[in-house]
Each structure stands twice: as C-alpha cells, then as structure tokens.
C-alpha cells in the first residue's frame, strides 16, 4: 500500500477483555515496529519484526502482549485481559530493512475502561 | 541501551522567528531521524541524517555523529510548524520539543 495502515483507528474495551490491533505495512517493507504512546510522552519501543521473527522483544510489557507477522507483512497486536494502564495509542511502522528509515502508520488509540 | 535526550522541552516563537531544535545521544549511530508529531498524531518524516546536513525548504538537519548530537533548524516559522518534534536514534525516540508558533 502507499502507507502503514492500522486498524481500527479507535478502541474502547471493557477492562479484562481481549483486543487485537492490526498493522499493514508499506508493501516490499521488511521491518516491522510497533510502539506505544501515552499522553506527553514520546512513543515508547515494543517489538521490531525482521520479516516473520521478532528480533526484538524486549519492549514488551509483560507476558499479556504478543505480536505475530506470520507472512511476514500484516502484523497483529494482540493483548489480553487488558488493563486501564493499557490505554495508549499503538503506533505502528515498517522500513525496507532493519533500522533504515522508519515509516509510521496513524495509529490505534486504545481506551480501556 | 541507548539513551536520548532533546532539549529544549518547551519552545514558543512568533511566526516568522528561527529555531534550533537539539537531540542529543549517548551511543554511536547508525539510524537517526526526526519526526513532526501533527495535532492528529501522525508521526511525519522529516530527515533521515545519521550523519552530515540535509536541507528540505525551511528546515534543515544537522549530525555530528562523532559528538552525539543532531540539530534540527526550523527558519521563518510558521503556525502550521507547530507540534511535537521528536529525534529517534536506533528507533530510541527522545522526549520531544513541544513547538508552539504564535501569529
């Protein structure tokens, strides 16, 4: 596609509640990165794809967040019994290779009440 | 891991003034880009410079790999430059300068 694309733009859940965030990345683009946003903040690293593997985990929360990309292109967020502490916007971008320049999609605002 | 500050926090100008935005980093480089968060939150690109000087209409970025350091130069300011404008380094992001260009 001409840009990252994520999917939905907004999501309110119920705290506890499962939740999948999507992320299609600019076509041809290897590398995949999601983020995290808070308010006043500046986007905090999560996980990096080099084509289907996540090189890097290691921003990871805890055990209730999992990204997969099994194709190696559309990639899923997924994060169980979400918390109110969750609420962020999940920012998502893709590069022709690892860590070249990095495109970011519009993100995914996540509400959990 | 990598560590990266930006300086200042806040900045307020009248339209028309010039500004130097400031990224400092604690490694050695080999990824470094500047973003323009807009009032939506999209993350813009602005440079991708981990090294030397770029040039784009009014703005222009400057590395000095060898110092740690990136300065972003925004000329003749505008309202519509205003927003958040974050260095990353190794897609570390810092905390940004929030830029706000009165009438």
């Known amino acids: 596609g001409a840009g990252v694309s994520q999917t939905p733009s907004n999501k309110v859940t119920e705290k506890g509640k499962y939740v999948e965030l999507r992320c299609d990345p600019i076509?041809?683009?290897?590398?995949l990165y999601w983020y995290r946003q808070s308010l006043g903040q500046g986007p905090e690293f999560l996980i990096y794809f080099q084509g289907t593997g996540a090189a890097d985990d290691s921003g990871l929360p805890n055990d209730r967040f999992f990204a997969v990309r099994p194709e190696g292109s559309v990639s899923t967020l997924k994060i169980q019994r979400t918390e109110r502490g969750d609420s962020a916007v999940y920012l998502c971008?893709?590069?022709?290779?690892?860590?070249?320049?990095?495109?970011f999609g519009q993100g995914t605002r996540l509400t959990v009440v | 891991g990598i560590q990266v500050e930006q300086s200042p926090p806040d900045l307020i100008l009248q339209e028309g003034a010039n500004s130097t935005l400031r990224c400092n980093f604690s490694?050695?480089?080999?990824?470094l880009q500047w973003f323009h968060q807009n009032p939506w939150g999209q993350l813009i690109n602005l440079f991708y410079?981990?090294?030397g000087t770029k040039q784009n209409g009014r703005l222009s970025a400057t590395t000095v790999a060898t110092e740690r350091y990136s300065l972003l130069y925004i000329s003749s300011s505008q309202t519509t430059d205003s927003g958040v404008y974050f260095c990353?380094?190794?897609?570390?992001f810092g905390k940004g300068t929030k830029l706000t260009v009165n009438p």
């Open positions: 490694d050695s480089v080999n990824n």
């Open positions: 990353a380094v190794e897609l570390v």
């Open positions: 410079i981990p090294s």
């Open positions: 076509s041809g683009h290897t590398a």
């Open positions: 971008a893709s590069s022709w290779g690892g860590l070249t320049e990095a495109f």
